[in-house]
């Protein structure tokens, strides 16, 4: 069965501190992997996707085939980037629209 | 925020009666989801739509129908709620399925409470 893991309900650093929000999911084939993120009292919205390679607010996210693990790392975690944060592959069903999310970690950055 | 909008935002209701709950949007985009999010659970799919009467089952579509009969409204109706139905359900978007079109918007949920 597809799945996804993200095994932290809940991961407290302080401010400056590296952060790593593990995701790990078992899927056939080359998924589409997404983080979205939720701020407090704001809408889910993507935060990054492995494909695009890119940094968004100083978070990046290695995909790890042979792991099959998509983790999310920020070297100096800010207060700001206090949030729900979900891990996301696509590709239930054989569709790559159709994402199956974790169950999400509460990331709280103490100052 | 993408032009979503969750209608009610809040509703409670009794077992056994009909709810329908809506979610409009003004991008023009093909595809729209409907998730409940619950705790535990992260956001499950429960039906999604890539066009107009078109629709397919997510993981958790029993108890549950949809429907989409103009490009900006997709309706979630629960013909009988149970109280395991109560969860905070939202609405997303996509303008497709590769690429940056692959990216789902979301609307701002809705609490429902099922007594």
């Known amino acids: 069965a597809q799945r996804v893991t993200q095994p932290e309900k809940l991961l407290s650093v302080f401010k400056g501190a590296p952060v790593e929000l593990k995701c790990n999911y078992s899927y056939s084939g080359s998924p589409e992997l997404f983080w979205y993120v939720q701020y407090s009292r704001q809408r889910l919205q993507l935060l990054l996707r492995?494909?695009s390679r890119e940094s968004i607010k100083g978070f990046t996210a290695d995909l790890n085939k042979g792991e099959t693990s998509f983790h999310l790392k920020k070297p100096f975690a800010q207060e700001e980037d206090s949030a729900m944060y979900y891990c996301a592959p696509g590709g239930y069903g054989g569709a790559t629209n159709k994402l199956i999310f974790g169950t999400g970690t509460l990331l709280a950055v103490q100052p | 925020d993408a032009g979503i909008t969750q209608s009610p935002r809040h509703k409670v209701t009794e077992t056994g009666t009909p709810v329908t709950l809506r979610c409009h949007q003004t991008?023009?985009?093909?595809?729209m989801y409907w998730y409940r999010q619950d705790p535990g659970h992260g956001l499950r799919l429960i039906h999604y739509?890539?066009?107009?009467?078109?629709?397919d089952k997510g993981e958790v579509s029993d108890g549950y129908s949809v429907s989409r009969s103009k490009t900006e409204d997709f309706l979630l109706t629960l013909e009988s709620a149970t109280s395991s139905q109560t969860s905070v359900y939202f609405c997303a978007i996509s303008e497709g399925t590769q690429g940056a079109k692959n990216i789902q918007y979301f609307g701002a949920g809705t609490r429902l409470s099922v007594l």
């Open positions: 492995h494909i």
């Open positions: 739509s890539y066009g107009v009467k078109d629709t």
């Open positions: 991008e023009n985009h093909r595809y």
